[in-house]
């Protein structure tokens, strides 16, 4: 008897922890938001102002390590990255050195100016996100802010260039950079930037591979300037961003320093601040929203802003630059399989070691290796650009390059406020060509929703053609407008010019002054020729404007009715009607009614206003109308739309009474109206007791429904001829 051992368990599958993927994402973070904010550092703290670079390294990668931490717990989409961004850095670089220029300010200063803008910049995000305003980003022209990134990155390509030769270069130096002696400060550091670019659109590397290749590039570097000369030679050779003194460089900007600094020199240059606020503004919500493309979730504007305007007023005493939300480090991380918030938390807490540990370990970085992150950011962004240039139209790329070039050689604010300038320009021109006509009717079709009668109908299609309807649209302004001018102008010239000319504004959003003044013209032209020219449907502001318009051009018989077009349309007929002495009066239904009919109702008064019918309620009970006026309107989300005006003769509520339907509309009394009732039980009775009587009534409510559907097929006729 063979016996087997039982089946030994399958061993657990051991899973790489959590804790390990959201470690090496912080690792590249860390490393991606260090090497940027060095580079922003020292592009600000140049030249005269390199005795504070140290500090302002510092305090730089330490405003990251804070704004990682705040943004990246509070948001609720995670993981979210955030950094000490370039665009509002490269605005301080124009204005920082003026500043330096002009006054002769030094680094305390520069640094106190920096803390200024990003504590501005969070108070302006702080109020955004109070006012709930954070969705007019949406309002910019797509051109301008495209012109804007391109401009960016290209400054920081050419502030990548500025760093690693250690002077401004100007365009009159482009020429010396290919010389022996400067090529070899910067060719590299382009060199490493277009290879972290290469590897971030390259699909088959990891992420990783742009920081391996940077450690790889700083370790050549070394490993061939060690071997052929001295540490000390590297330094004084302008290869190094250092050496920087000895003993801590982090510190606060102190209360001693505010007080000693040259407060004339730091708000010499307002617009500049200003810009660089702005540009932070702006550049923020552009990421916040594009972090929704990104993640694919909705984001909470402004709980993102309270985040990041919270984190920038504290890292302001720290005289760091803006910082919020990165939407390629956001990238990154999630490639690198960080899911939860532990990762901003790592990375936070690298770049606060960094801050504060090794503030001397950056002054050996080298130049090519800080002019190449900026060379990666720059070059990033203009191809980006170009790509987008590429498939834009004619005007696009104009525009566009305009903003670049006025940015490279002007400035930014510059560029953006011409970029604005021309945009609004181009808009202008464009909707001016747009048709503020949406539609053209007649008498046919252009018709009130008061029953008529034959005769009545009648009436109304012999003066169809001598009624003009124009539906306008949209903003009318001065270019438009112009178009509406041609077109009232060309039907008083006609030979057969309208009689009533009807303006429906109940689709316009607005009108300028010159609104007034083409209308006002177009009257009098109308006027004159025994025409009148109307306008309805108008808002609240527009009526007013238009007639306290009126009353400075009085005379010039222009109408303006409140209410819809509907309600105008109804009193021109009424003025056609009452001038035409052929109507002549049908036989109603009650006057064809027997009297045994007529005995079954009972009369009932009712007031103007006052509501006959309720909508959405059961009823039991017919009206026929014996005189006055009432309106059948439909109800919904507390707005009325009138559906018809019934006057003598009209049966209502007849479904609900035979049917048992519940009413579908209101029916209310426009002025004194009286009409019979008959109630329910009443019918009952008489298809018990008197089946002739009430077989008459459903005759009459039966002929009354063929009349409708006569009108409705000759009104379709009319509309069609």
């Not at 993927?21 to 020292?42: D, F, P, R, Y």
């Not at 954070?134 to 802010?145: D, E, K, M, Q, S």
């Not at 400054?155 to 260039?161: A, D, R, T």
């Not at 007929?573 to 109507?583: F, K, P």
């Amino acid at each position: 008897m063979s016996s087997t051992a039982p089946e030994k368990p399958a061993e657990p599958r051991v899973e790489q922890p959590k804790v390990i993927q959201e470690l090496v994402a912080a690792v590249a973070l860390a490393l991606s938001a260090a090497g940027v904010s060095i580079s922003l550092a020292t592009l600000i703290f140049s030249g005269p102002l390199s005795d504070g670079l140290p500090r302002a390294s510092s305090a730089f990668v330490l405003g990251a390590a804070v704004v990682t931490l705040v943004v990246g717990q509070r948001t609720r989409v995670f993981p979210v990255a955030s950094i000490v961004q370039d665009g509002p850095a490269v605005v301080m670089v124009a204005v920082a050195a003026t500043v330096a220029s002009r006054s002769g300010a030094g680094a305390v200063e520069i640094l106190i100016l920096c803390g200024l803008a990003s504590l501005l910049a969070g108070l302006g995000m702080l109020l955004v996100a109070r006012l709930g305003l954070g969705t007019l980003v949406r309002y910019l022209p797509v051109t301008v802010v495209s012109g804007f990134i391109a401009g960016t990155g290209w400054l920081l390509f050419k502030g990548g260039i500025d760093v690693m030769v250690g002077d401004t270069v100007g365009l009159g130096d482009v020429g010396g950079l290919f010389t022996a002696d400067m090529a070899r400060f910067w060719v590299p550091g382009v060199a490493l930037g277009i290879g972290i670019v290469a590897i971030g659109k390259s699909a088959g590397l990891p992420p990783l591979a742009g920081s391996a290749l940077v450690v790889i590039a700083t370790a050549a570097f070394y490993a061939i300037g060690l071997a052929s000369s001295s540490l000390t030679d590297l330094e004084n050779g302008g290869w190094l961003i250092g050496p920087f003194s000895s003993g801590a460089s982090l510190q606060p900007i102190t209360p001693g320093e505010v007080a000693d600094a040259d407060w004339g020199a730091i708000l010499s240059q307002p617009l500049g601040l200003v810009s660089v606020v702005m540009v932070a503004l702006v550049a923020v919500l552009l990421n916040v929203t594009g972090l929704e493309h990104i993640t694919g979730s909705r984001v909470t504007m402004e709980r993102e802003l309270t985040s990041v305007g919270a984190a920038n007023v504290g890292l302001s005493l720290m005289g760091s630059m803006v910082g919020y939300h990165a939407l390629g480090d956001t990238v990154l991380a999630r490639r690198l399989g960080a899911t939860s918030r532990l990762a901003s938390v790592f990375t936070a807490a690298i770049l606060a070691a960094l801050a504060i540990l090794g503030t001397q370990l950056i002054g050996f970085v080298p130049r090519f290796v800080v002019g190449g992150f900026l060379v990666t950011v720059g070059l990033g962004l203009l191809l980006d650009w170009f790509s987008e240039l590429v498939t834009a139209d004619t005007t696009f790329r104009l525009l566009s390059l305009t903003i670049v070039v006025t940015m490279a050689a002007i400035g930014i604010l510059e560029g953006i406020g011409l970029g604005l300038v021309i945009a609004c320009v181009l808009f202008v021109v464009r909707y001016s060509r747009v048709d503020p006509i949406r539609r053209t009717s007649n008498g046919y079709r252009a018709r009130s929703r008061v029953e008529r009668t034959s005769a009545e109908m009648d009436a109304l299609r012999e003066v169809a053609e001598s009624l003009l309807v124009l539906e306008l649209h949209g903003f009318l302004f001065f270019g438009s407008l112009a178009r509406l001018d041609d077109r009232l102008r060309a039907e008083m010239e006609s030979p057969d010019p309208p009689v009533a000319i009807v303006l429906d504004l109940s689709r316009v959003t607005g009108l300028d002054r010159s609104g007034h003044m083409v209308l006002s013209r177009s009257a009098r032209e109308a006027e004159a020729v025994g025409a009148t020219l109307y306008v309805c449907g108008a808002s609240a502001s527009i009526v007013d404007s238009l007639t306290r318009s009126g009353e400075e051009h009085a005379g010039t018989g222009l109408i303006v009715q409140e209410g819809s077009l509907d309600l105008l349309l109804e009193s021109i007929e009424e003025q056609v009607l009452n001038g035409h002495h052929r109507v002549t009066a049908e036989a109603s239904l009650p006057d064809r009614m027997s009297a045994e009919l007529l005995d079954a109702f009972d009369s009932v008064n009712i007031a103007p206003g006052q509501v006959l019918i309720e909508q959405d309620t059961d009823g039991d009970e017919l009206f026929v109308v014996m005189s006055g006026r009432l309106s059948v309107e439909h109800l919904d989300n507390g707005e009325r739309t009138r559906l018809r005006t019934v006057g003598p003769g009209t049966a209502l509520g007849e479904t609900a009474l035979l049917g048992g339907h519940r009413r579908s509309a209101e029916v209310v009394a426009i002025e004194t109206s009286r009409v019979l009732r008959l109630h329910l039980d009443t019918y009952e009775q008489l298809r018990r007791n008197q089946p002739l009587v009430a077989l008459e009534l459903i005759e009459h409510l039966l002929a009354q429904q063929a009349v409708a559907l006569r009108r409705s097929t000759d009104l379709v006729h009319w509309v069609e001829g």
